[in-house]
């Protein structure tokens, strides 16, 4: 089973376990295959069981934090982030074809016959975005039509 670590008393040698169904589970440390990587927030994989108190975990064994993070399929190791802000951009909203309602000649189709522009304002909308900046003078910048900004933040804030 799967879990995070929520508290570790490390004077007295015992924490909790939050498990993938969000239930409270107690763990000793003598139970912890590698407790030196323990710490809060820490990721888990465990045996669930019981005991006298209520749920426990034993066979607990602590993940590695991972040296990168992924971003919507960008691959960005966690030591080289220098810094990161959110900021809204103006960008043209696209405009959806009407598939349905949509008549086309066999001219237009063939290059022949010219269409008509007439020129309409841009519509515009605002969209949130994320740019992370590197230390080796990288920016990766992201939309929220790309990501969950507020929760990439709240990862980024935790590393």
């Known amino acids: 089973m799967n879990g995070r670590i929520t508290t570790f008393f490390e004077d007295k040698g015992f924490g909790f376990i939050t498990d993938e169904n969000g239930e409270n589970r107690y763990f000793h440390v003598i139970k912890v295959q590698n407790p ?3 710490k809060k ?3 888990v994989t465990f045996e669930p069981t019981n005991n006298a108190k209520g749920p426990s975990a034993y066979a607990v064994k602590v993940q590695a934090p991972s040296k990168y993070i992924t971003i919507a399929n960008e691959r960005i190791k966690i030591s080289s982030i220098k810094s990161f802000n959110t900021f809204t ?3 043209p909203v696209k405009a959806n074809v009407d598939k349905e309602n949509t008549v086309l000649s066999v001219g237009l189709l063939m290059n022949r ?3 008509q522009t007439v020129e309409t304002p841009k519509m515009m909308e ?4 994320l740019s992370i900046i590197t230390f080796q003078k990288g920016t990766y910048t992201f939309s929220e039509y790309e ?3 507020d929760e990439t933040i709240k990862t980024l804030k935790m590393l």
Not at 126 to 129: H, S
């Open 41 to 43: 927030n820490a990721s």
């Open 36 to 38: 030196e990587l323990i």
């Open 89 to 91: 951009q103006e960008v």
């Open 126 to 129: 605002t969209l949130r975005m």
């Open 113 to 115: 016959i010219r269409p």
């Open 147 to 149: 990501i969950d900004i």
